[in-house]
């Protein structure tokens, strides 16, 4: 039998959810370049992404059509974003808004279920926000792992408002929630449910100790339902294409046995202790180029000491299992990818517990002055925000007009013929074929990070480029790039800001065909 709800702490007042929703807003606006702020955004993910969702609004199918090796509901959403403008990210920037708004409305809601924060530490959200959105980890904007952690920190609240609002376990339309969460993850990029992996073995533990099993199948079946809707759209579609086959290949097989094939050596060999230690050393390294990451990891951690200890054996159970295997899952590859410790941002809304307790006390022990420490620590706190955004690594494109990227100056001369067959050789589709608004007219368009272990891309840019089959072909200065067929007709170089923040100094080449 279920426990009976106690008292909702976690509801949000009318200035607090405007408060949160105008926060990320205002945060995403400053720092993403898909906002309208900004020229255009250069990353080569995004635009990778953004051009398989053009290419589906015009009939051309994922995988079969266009490689790339992400999940299918990413594309599907860069659709939406490519109906709402072909030629910007404006549509990125609007899905950006509802996850951040949803990230600060989710946060907040946890914050509140341990404490009881005043009106004015609202402050300290715009600040978190600032942190959160503002650095490296965050590039350009428009990344997998953006849209994704909001959506695991609902499902963190969703665990936690039922260790302190009931029995430990999630309410049955909690669980057909988290099954729709964990469809969207996987389907996404499947590497992002390690939480949810964790969240449900938290939930099989404490129904073994309350010895609760119909509750415990009541929950994996309306689990499952939830995955299962969104699963069998996304089948759908392949199976109407025909292209179920090559849905299996591109975002499973590739990646499960190419990405992963370097020998590993030594203890390297264990399969286990391989992902423990590829786990440390990634979070080394991470923490190392990404400051911030420690120090909000650190807070999050210690806030388990500021949660009444009535509630804290169950949320250390489930926090614990869960960011372990977040942790694990998020760095399986076998190469350190700076930015894929991204996803673990769901949980550090935990981390202001420990201030919002502190500024509670102290606030009480200088009650005369209370007057006058809010408004300083409102101005302290702006100020700090202030300073997140003006050390955005992005802010270097701030307001810039599009031609200052080299992208739009070689468009304009793509432009000049029409229905222009386009291929960016040796590199990653860095935003061409949008300034130019064509799209690719071969399946592989673009240098993928599996090329170099899965022949099949470049023998077939390869031999479209030796049959003279493109107008044009971009490069790098780095490609050694040599074809009888084409000659060099422009060079174009612009700042790029990586996004371990150094400045590089890109370098683009155009070749034209030889008629």
């Not at 990778?48 to 990413?74: A, M, N, S």
């Not at 400045?503 to 155009?510: H, N, Q, S, V």
Request: glycine share 6%.
């Amino acid at each position: 039998m279920s426990t009976p709800d106690l008292k909702d702490k976690s509801k949000l007042t009318r200035l607090e959810l405007i408060t949160l929703i105008a926060a990320a807003t205002v945060t995403i606006t400053l720092v993403s370049t898909c906002s309208p702020l900004y020229p255009f955004n250069p990353w080569d993910d995004a635009n990778c992404f953004f051009t398989l969702g053009r290419g589906i609004k015009h009939g051309l199918v994922p995988y079969r059509d266009l490689y790339e090796q992400k999940g299918p509901l990413l594309y599907f959403i860069y659709t939406l974003v490519a109906f709402i403008s072909e030629k910007s990210f404006i549509g990125a920037w609007i899905i950006e808004c509802l996850t951040a708004s949803l990230f600060a409305i989710y946060s907040w809601k946890i914050i509140k279920l341990f404490t009881e924060p005043s009106a004015y530490m609202l402050f300290l959200m715009p600040v978190f926000l600032g942190i959160t959105y503002s650095n490296g980890m965050f590039n350009f904007g428009g990344n997998a792992e953006e849209i994704c952690f909001p959506l695991i920190t609902a499902a963190l609240y969703f665990g936690l408002r039922s260790i302190v609002q009931r029995d430990g376990l999630p309410r049955n339309s909690e669980a057909l929630i988290c099954g729709l969460i964990t469809g969207i993850l996987f389907w996404i990029k499947f590497t992002f449910i390690g939480f949810i992996v964790g969240f449900c073995i938290y939930i099989i533990i404490i129904s073994i100790r309350k010895k609760d099993f119909k509750r415990l199948f009541g929950l994996i079946w309306r689990f499952f339902a939830g995955f299962i809707i969104v699963s069998l759209p996304v089948l759908a579609y392949f199976l109407a294409f025909n292209s179920l086959s090559y849905l299996w290949e591109s975002y499973f097989y590739n990646k499960l046995f190419y990405i992963n094939t370097v020998e590993p050596q030594g203890i390297m060999r264990i399969p286990v202790l391989k992902n423990i230690i590829i786990t440390v050393v990634s979070l080394g390294i991470v923490s190392v180029k990404y400051p911030h990451f420690p120090v909000q990891l650190l807070f999050t951690l210690l806030s388990m000491f500021f949660i009444d200890k009535k509630y804290r054996k169950k949320v250390l159970l489930l926090f614990s299992v869960s960011l372990v295997l977040a942790t694990i899952f998020a760095f399986l590859s076998s190469a350190v990818i700076y930015y894929y410790g991204y996803i673990l941002s769901y949980c550090f809304g935990l981390g202001l517990i420990p201030f919002i307790v502190l500024m509670k006390k102290a606030a009480t022990v200088l009650k005369e002055r209370s007057k006058l420490i809010k408004p300083l620590s409102a101005v302290a706190l702006t100020a700090v925000y202030a300073l997140t955004i003006f050390l955005c690594k992005n802010m270097y494109l701030f307001l810039k007009p599009r031609q200052f990227l080299p992208q739009y100056r070689i468009a304009d001369t793509i432009k000049k013929t029409p229905d222009a067959k386009v291929l960016t050789y040796d590199f990653m589709d860095s935003g061409f074929y949008t300034a130019a608004e064509i799209l690719p007219q071969n399946r592989y368009y673009c240098y993928n990070n599996i090329a170099d272990i899965f022949p099949d891309i470049r023998e077939e840019q390869d031999r479209l480029i030796d049959e003279g089959y493109f107008d044009y072909v971009i490069t790098t200065y780095f490609s050694d790039f040599d074809s009888e067929n084409y000659e060099l007709i422009q060079e174009e170089s612009g700042t790029f800001v990586d996004f371990t923040g150094e400045p590089i100094l890109e370098d683009y080449r155009l070749y034209k065909r030889v008629n």
